[in-house]
């Protein structure tokens, strides 16, 4: 079992049709057919959405993702309209909202890496292979690819796994030419981003990115590289052999796989809160990751 510890009732505003509540982001469509995207404070790990909140996470994810649509404008094109919040909402939907094209979103999680961690590394150890494509011997948890390779992955349900697939599974169900220019689309951008990240100290090991068509054109959707969907690590202590220290929800896998969790990832009774140090924590990593990337102090 998993799941949310506890499904949050959407807020109801006059004027918006509430649409879903996922992990992190509650969609809702305005009267103009458009969507209206919240990203909350709410954090999931090993496939629960737990029952504490991280201050400011859903701004930080927000901010971010704006800042790198910008940077990626040039490359591929995105779905937001406006930021600006709709008449009636809550005063905390500010800096967390977004106005965004209605898109026929493409069913693939397109992934990206450049070094091998997560779900890649389990298989390479396996296999020698990440979603059947094959990788040379001798590299190890943290290792950097010979280059970035397009893994994509099926998109699952609050509470599944996402599920690896080949890029000719992909091609099956999207058709050949839509998954080329996905995977043109996803290892340009892991590229630009990639570089951006390097002149900032960091290392973007991997990270997923959804498209959906706008007026026939394949268009960069959902967040965009962000501590939720994507790996950085220190470029300074980066140290193949080993997990790396990460800009992310870390702090919160390593408690809730400690004794002082006292919780059974593998049964079926739902994870604990987290402690004010745990939170705190992982707090001020998205706040840094955010803070190194744009240069801009968090406000």
């Not at 809730?256 to 919780?263: D, E, H, K, Y």
Request: net charge negative; with cysteine; charged share 25%.
């Amino acid at each position: 079992m998993s799941g949310f510890v506890e499904k949050p009732e959407p807020v109801q505003v006059p004027g918006l049709t509430h649409l879903h509540t996922g992990k992190v982001r509650d969609l809702y469509q305005n009267a103009d057919g458009n969507l209206v995207m919240v990203a909350s404070d709410r954090l999931s790990a090993y496939d629960w959405v737990l029952p504490t909140e991280i201050p400011d996470k859903g701004r930080v994810l927000t901010q971010l993702s704006l800042w790198w649509f910008d940077q990626l404008s040039d490359l591929v094109p995105h779905h937001v309209l406006s930021t600006e919040v709709p008449e009636g909402a809550p005063a905390d939907w500010a800096g967390r909202t977004l106005i965004c094209h209605s898109l026929a979103m493409v069913p693939v999680e397109c992934v990206a890496r450049g070094y091998l961690a997560g779900s890649g590394l389990a298989e390479y150890r396996e296999s020698r292979t990440v979603c059947g494509l094959a990788l040379p011997e001798g590299l190890t948890d943290g290792s950097e690819l010979p280059a970035p390779i397009f893994t994509p992955a099926t998109k699952a349900a609050v509470g599944d796994h996402d599920e690896n697939v080949s890029y000719e599974e992909t091609a099956r169900q999207v058709g050949a030419e839509t998954a080329a220019q996905l995977r043109q689309l996803t290892l340009a951008v892991y590229g630009r981003a990639r570089d951006v990240a390097r002149e900032r100290g960091l290392i973007l090991a991997d990270t997923k990115f959804e498209f959906g068509f706008h007026q026939e054109r394949l268009t960069l959707a959902d967040e965009v590289l962000t501590p939720d969907s994507s790996r950085f690590w220190p470029a300074d202590q980066w140290q193949p052999g080993r997990p790396q220290p990460s800009f992310d929800k870390q702090f919160v896998r390593d408690w809730l796989t400690s004794p002082a969790a006292a919780w059974d990832r593998t049964g079926e009774a739902p994870p604990p809160a987290l402690p004010q140090e745990i939170v705190d924590r992982t707090r001020a990593k998205y706040l840094e990751a955010y803070e190194r990337l744009t240069g801009r102090p968090w406000a």
